[in-house]
């Protein structure tokens, strides 16, 4: 059974940074290709960043650009989101999912979903 787990998440003050983290069982990080994404209070699921096991960025979205970066940590069997310069507006939970199989890259239906981490910014 494939379950993705996040952590990090927290309160912070506008312009904090905090780092998520998205670690498995049930399947290899490495192999797979994982991607961030949110959902806000009263908003629809937002896609941010995916990479796929290449270590390849599939694509960063228009508003965190410049401010989130995905990464993965091989060693450590985790993907990162490093978020710089956090907004009020990126209040949300925070989710990562995987697809089904480790040959799919990022763009394909994630089936693989974590329960999520809650970030709130605020001061």
């Known amino acids: 059974q494939v379950q993705l787990v996040e952590s990090g998440g927290g309160l912070v003050q506008p312009g904090g940074s905090l780092r998520l983290s998205c670690t498995g069982s049930?399947?290899?990080?490495?192999?797979?290709?994982i991607g961030w994404y949110r959902q806000a209070p009263g908003k629809e699921r937002e896609a941010l960043s995916c990479?796929?096991?290449?270590?390849?960025?599939?694509y960063v979205v228009d508003s965190v650009k410049g401010r989130f970066t995905i990464s993965r940590d091989n060693d450590q069997g985790a993907v990162y989101l490093q978020m710089n310069n956090l907004q009020p507006d990126d209040t949300a939970t925070y989710y990562c999912?995987?697809?089904?199989?480790?040959?799919?890259?990022?763009?394909?239906?994630?089936?693989?979903w974590g329960k999520g981490t809650l970030v709130t910014v605020s001061s």
């Open positions: 049930g399947l290899v990080m490495d192999y797979y290709a």
């Open positions: 990479i796929n096991n290449d270590n390849s960025i599939e």
């Open positions: 999912a995987a697809p089904r199989s480790m040959t799919r890259k990022c763009g394909y239906v994630m089936d693989y």
